[in-house]
């Protein structure tokens, strides 16, 4: 089996997708990240645990020396905001990207990815694992296997809530004032409930509405944040005329994941805060084998059970990091929904959803970056809620309601938490 030479970029959670690539297959050969602190931290972390030969191994600050290397293959796992250029520069180099969610953080990069790849011998995966929990696999298999009928409507939730006393979480994930996470917008970080229904049913959304639920932080929370909004509720429109509803990174209710598919003849839902399974058919149209309401732990049924128990996020990361080293291997692009169109689909939804919010649910249409109309129409569109690479100012407000911003008191818990 041909090796594959793997460079990680990004220290903290391109640390973690590390342990999956090397249980893959892959070959962890360097390492890039600007903040030398983490960059040092993460090589000693991955060397005790013998994921890298420290004798086959480098760490860069600089990406294009990173480069130069020698690599198959990149996993993109910077800043939230910040994939795209360095996307580009692997497929002018013909290098194969694993991408950290979203593509992309503008439209016009989405266009840019877009052209950037149909010049290039690169493969490319958006590393979205919430397809491949236990549950979403499961409801996919159902879906796949036509007993629910045609599927018309699908929910999805992600739910990230953090408490004011979880400053691990602050310093590990918020460590600076101007940090991404202060001003991504409700729609943003979408992949995680939206990417599982794409997969299930095979749909790709063309029309998106979003509403705002504005809800800050409580004035003794530790706070450097300036989106109010607790939430948002994202609807599509979908290619096959199905809807769905979802959320970005949600913080109502408990932490957790829930999705429900609904068909024809009957749905299927993961019972929130579990893994379990619950498959619903009509007393008319049950199938053969099954009950009206089938309530079950879904098994894994995968040859490699014993490195998907290992991996994070409830199993789902090795079964990525399989997924994007076989496509390298055999040297073809991802499906639906871990392709490059599916991947700036996603994020247009993200983008344009977010403009939806600000203007109180006026629809906005999603391009089909296949058509160059389309893409002309985009190509120039810089519009983000986001501080650049650059440091240059956002240019839309992050909030439905730009004059929000942190009280003087939350700064403070917030800077006192940090230099700690």
Known sequence: MKEIRVG?????????????????????VALCDFHKGRREDAVRRLAKDKVIDE????????????????????VIANYFNEHAPYIIKCFERGIHVLTEC??????????????AHEKSTSIFMLAENYPQMIFNREMKKICDGGSLGKILYAEGEYNH??????????RRY?????????????????????APLMAASGATPKRVIALPIFSPYEEDYPNACYVGDNSAIITTLNDDDSVFKFVGCSKFGA??????????????ENVRGTDKIMLRYNDWNIPEGKEEINFYEPSWNDFDEDKIIKSGHGGADYPVARMFLNCVRENKQPLHPYDLHSAVTMSSV???????MLEKGVPYDIPDFHREEDR??????????????DGSAPTLPCCSRPDYKPSEHQLELYRNIIKD
Not at 55 to 74: M, P, S
Not at 174 to 193: C, L, M, P
Not at 376 to 389: A, I
Request: net charge negative; with cysteine.
């Open 174 to 194: 918020r460590y600076f004032e101007k940090h991404w996470r202060h001003f991504s917008g409700a729609t943003y970080y979408v992949t995680h409930s939206l």
């Open 255 to 268: 932490h957790g994941n829930s999705y429900r598919i609904c068909g024809t003849k009957g749905q299927i």
């Open 350 to 356: 993200a983008i344009l959803g977010f403009r939806s």
């Open 55 to 74: 004798n086959d191994f480098t760490a860069y600050e600089d990406f294009d020396k990173f480069l130069d290397h020698g690599l198959d293959a990149v």
């Open 8 to 28: 990680i970029f990004g220290a903290g959670r391109g640390a973690d997708i590390s342990y999956d690539q090397h249980m893959a297959g892959g070959k962890i």
């Open 161 to 170: 809530p953090t408490g004011a006393a979880d400053v691990d979480f602050i």
């Open 376 to 389: 002309v129409k985009w190509e120039n569109d810089r519009l983000s809620p986001f501080y650049g690479p």
């Open 102 to 115: 979203i593509s992309n953080s503008t439209m016009a990069e989405g266009v840019e990815l877009i052209r």
